[in-house]
């Protein structure tokens, strides 16, 4: 974005608009001359005026739009956690996809362009601010938001604003709406403000987007219908180019926000490609309803005046009653956007407990070098003289005072560094109790049972042939949320349903004019079908229940019955049963489950050290606390004395979960990496089905060997991998989990006592376990390992399945295990073993080995570990 040069601005134009004046002589001759009528001096000025405007308006197209929530007034502390984010979302998909409007949302930005909006709202930018402003978003344009709660409703006020000059281009308020849900709904307040914003900022629109924005689209023709769904493919194209653009520009920085950006893109992008699938399929089905209507009206001169006057009579009848019907089945807000407003307030909540986590690992930080400068103040005091010996040097109870006061100040520390931290938390307890209550009430609501309409926007049927021999017609349903198709099913609608009469056997009915009364009815009715004639509607009940919290943002979709109602008459003329479930998680995942952060780790701490020294044995005590003597007496801070006693004890647990594999010089853990273990070792977790016990997943290679150093050197063992001889993983210049290379030379010392990788020759002797069978313990491979035919489609637990002949579990299925082996001729492909939940049985088998890319993070792909013996 470049600043402002001296062409002619919006406020310009608008101050020339009312001081301009015909002072030099040019313009008296220009208005003179002009006296004739060719053009006059206003008319020139109003000439120019629209010419701008019309350059404005091709730039709107050109640059991005920011869409800034600026104010939320009068929210509840609950709402204003989320609300505000739904809004900003419906904003900006509308700008896209009805005005054709690039969009951009960076939360690094917006608190910036808000103070700059704020005190810049009544005067043009200079050239300065411009420059700034371009430093901190690639956005020319924003859309500034404010969301007000009277006592009797909500209403969104909007300002389109040009961020290089600070003009005001066009600004909208909506009327009050009674509910939230109706701001950001079908037909509420976000669509309302839409097109007011396109007719003041002169953007066209099609009256197809104006009549979906205003009413919705359950009253569209079969040709509307196909209309809108080549508009639609052509735009989500669009958006899928600007998608990709975006992601190339945020796909080189490593700035957290980047970072958040990109996520929050390719989840967009995800849902978008779904969009485009569902509409994909929908054109589909009206090609072929078209065609079947086409080749209807080929049949209507072959059709009696009398069948013709009624079937129009019924087709008019049905209209009007349909219109009636529509208005009381017209929906606010589809099923995907209750979900999508109770994951804003899980994302809500989300953010507010990372928020007090990042405060505290803020106060972690100041407790550690505090604890230092204690400890260092009390090991730097002078000592009196009664506390010298005849010597003059500190006597024995001294020196044990001194250290006794050095743990007393950490655990001082300590203690406040968790009321601190309490504080933090309790200071938005209020506002995340309302969340979690209003997310509980949500799942409940969600749970009950929901009757969608083919008379709404959400559920569409389209009819094929007619089948004698089931006496009825072939019906085509499909149900979307929000463009993305939820469920399809297909079942026959019966003579009966629509007539009101059984059809005859055709076998035994022997009556010429029963059949030929029968024909005319199926032709009737063929032609009203076919043409999309209202006659008979659709409801489907079903509901959905919200998995358990260690299922994150997964959801079942219940579907229960469908009824088929005639439409004048309103009544049920056909009922069927249905038992068919979906599930469906949300993108990005949402996890509810309390952080285990800084916090709980520093009490396990505390607690561990507390234990060792009060309560264990007496002479095990002592010696412990001899070794925590002897290491602060040898210069350790009792932090690092303490944080090695914690090493050690690491590297014992470590080793007690592995096993010695007979006849070779290396241990290997017994089970895959957990997410336990991964948490504790990186920090974070990267895998899709969350649980402590479950084996971590989503881990590319260069992960796995990150792991194995930084585990090496948290037990205080020699690293076995370095890159460019640096075996210090947090100087390899890689983040873990952002799918990057490790661009330098990767090479390992095998004589190192770390832990490491296994290769394809150790893994394979190990899963064997000594035995000879088809599977890592067994020829049946239900016995010991998770595949595709048992799994669920779902990790599990390790060591749910009998271990082989080792004590070696999950060594077939369950997840890919990265082993260290470099494909032939090309570095960046390594191997993986032992098939997992996804596969089929023969890629579990002990021989099977496959290769992937280096930096691939799947599902279905994890690690376990091996090392040395001599450990």
């Known amino acids: 974005m470049t600043g402002i040069s001296s062409r002619l601005t919006y406020s310009n134009l608008k101050k020339w608009n009312t001081t301009f004046e015909v002072k030099d002589l040019a313009s008296k001759i220009y208005a003179i001359t002009n006296i004739a009528g060719i053009e006059t001096v206003a008319q020139y000025k109003e000439r120019k005026i629209e010419e701008q405007k019309a350059e404005a308006r091709k730039n709107l197209t050109k640059y991005p739009v920011q869409v800034v929530n600026q104010e939320a007034i009068n929210l509840s502390n609950s709402e204003s956690a989320w609300l505000p984010g739904q809004i900003q979302d419906k904003l900006k998909s509308n700008l896209q996809e009805y005005l054709g409007l690039k969009t951009v949302v960076d939360s690094k930005s917006e608190d910036a362009l808000k103070k700059i909006q704020a005190e810049s709202e009544n005067a043009a930018r200079d050239e300065s601010t411009a420059i700034e402003l371009g430093k901190i978003t690639t956005a020319k344009f924003a859309l500034f938001t404010k969301i007000r709660k009277t006592g009797s409703g909500y209403t969104i006020s909007v300002d389109f604003t040009d961020l290089t000059t600070g003009e005001q281009m066009a600004s909208a308020t909506s009327k009050e709406y009674s509910k939230a849900e109706y701001l950001y709904g079908s037909t509420g307040a976000v669509d309302e403000v839409t097109l007011s914003i396109a007719n003041k900022l002169g953007l066209s629109i099609s009256e197809l987007n104006k009549n979906l924005l205003t009413s919705g689209s359950a009253g569209f023709s079969v040709d509307d219908q196909l209309a809108l769904a080549k508009q639609n493919e052509a735009q989500f194209q669009k958006q899928m180019a600007d998608y990709d653009a975006e992601l190339s520009k945020l796909m080189t920085s490593n700035d957290i926000n980047a970072i958040q950006n990109k996520n929050r ?6 849902l978008l490609v779904e969009k485009q699938n569902a509409e994909k399929k929908r054109q589909e089905e009206l090609k072929a309803q078209k065609a079947r209507a086409d080749q209807d009206a080929k049949l209507e001169a072959e059709r009696s005046i009398a069948l013709k006057t009624q079937r129009d009579q019924m087709a008019k009848d049905a209209a009007a009653k349909a219109a009636e019907v529509r208005k009381l089945k017209l929906e606010k807000q589809g099923v995907l956007g209750q979900i999508s407003v109770l994951e804003s307030k899980k994302k809500a909540l989300v953010e507010i407990r990372q928020d007090v ?13 505090e604890r230092a400068a204690e400890e260092e103040r ?12 005849s010597n003059g040097k500190p006597t024995e109870q001294a020196l044990k005072r001194r250290e006794n006061q050095i743990i007393k100040s950490y655990e001082d520390l300590t203690n406040k560094f968790f009321t601190d931290c309490d504080t933090v938390k309790q200071a938005t307890m209020s506002q995340q109790n309302g969340l979690l209550t209003e997310i509980r009430g949500d799942q409940k609501t969600l749970a009950n049972t929901k009757t969608v309409s083919s008379m709404g926007d959400e559920l569409k049927v389209s009819f094929g042939t007619y089948e004698g021999s089931k006496n009825g017609w072939n019906a085509y349903l499909s149900l979307y949320s929000d463009g993305i198709l939820l469920y399809t099913d297909n079942f026959i609608v019966n003579y009966e349903a629509l007539s009101g009469k059984k059809a005859p056997n055709m076998e035994t009915e022997l009556n010429d004019a029963v059949i030929e009364e029968y024909t005319n009815n199926v032709d009737m009715y063929n032609s009203l079908l076919t043409r999309g004639d209202p006659i008979i509607y659709f409801e489907v009940d079903y509901n959905v229940t919200s998995e358990n919290d260690d299922k ?15 439409t ?38 505390l607690k561990e050290f507390k234990r060792n020294i009060n309560l264990m044995p007496l002479p095990e005590a002592i010696k412990l606390q001899r070794w925590f003597e002897n290491s602060i007496q040898q210069g350790l801070q009792l932090s690092k004395a303490f944080s090695s006693y914690v090493l050690l004890e690491n590297k014992t647990r470590i080793l007690q979960m592995s096993v010695k594999i007979p006849n070779t010089k290396f241990t290997m853990l017994k089970t895959e990496v957990t997410q336990s273990l991964y948490q504790d070792v990186m920090g974070e977790n990267p895998s899709r089905i969350i649980g402590e016990n479950y084996p971590v997943e989503c881990v590319s290679w260069y992960d796995a060997i990150y792991f194995c150093n930084k585990l090496s050197l948290l037990c205080g063992l020699t690293p076995v991998y370095s890159v460019n001889g640096k075996t210090n993983p947090d100087k390899w210049g890689y983040t873990p989990h952002k799918g990057k290379y490790i661009e330098w030379k990767i090479s390992q010392n095998l004589s190192a ?16 376990g000594g035995q000879n069978y088809t599977y890592s313990g067994s ?43 470099v494909y032939p001729n090309d570095s960046y492909y390594r191997y993986y073993c032992g098939g997992s939940y996804s596969y089929y049985d023969d890629y579990c088998k002990v021989g099977y080995g496959s290769i992937s890319h280096a930096y691939s993070q799947h599902y279905s792909l994890g690690f376990r570990i091996v090392c040395s013996a001599s450990n």
């Not at 893109?265 to 995800?270: M, R, Y």
């Not at 994150?552 to 005639?566: D, E, H, K, L």
């Not at 390992?785 to 399945?801: M, Y």
Request: charged share 25%.
């Open 568 to 605: 004048v008459s309103g009544k049920v003329t056909q009922t069927s049963a249905l038992s068919k479930v979906q599930s469906r998680t949300m993108k990005p995942e949402n996890d509810l489950r309390e952080i285990v952060g800084i916090t709980s780790y520093e009490k396990a701490l």
């Open 753 to 768: 006592n770390g832990f490491r990788l296994p290769t394809v020759e150790e893994w394979q002797y190990a899963a064997k």
């Open 357 to 369: 986590e990042n405060r505290s690992l803020e106060l972690y930080n100041q407790l550690v070098k």
């Open 552 to 566: 994150p943002s997964q959801y079942r979709f219940n579907f229960s019955r469908i009824r088929v109602i005639n």
């Open 779 to 821: 020829n049946y491979l239900d016995e010991v390992g998770w595949c595709n035919s048992n799994s669920g489609d779902r990790t599990h637990p390790v060591a749910q399945k009998k271990a082989n002949g080792y004590g070696l579990y999950d060594m077939s299925g369950n997840v890919w295990e990265w082993c260290w082996d």
């Open 378 to 389: 009390i090991r730097n005091k002078s000592y009196s003289t009664v506390e010298l010996g």
């Open 265 to 270: 893109i390719e989840a967009e992008k995800a």
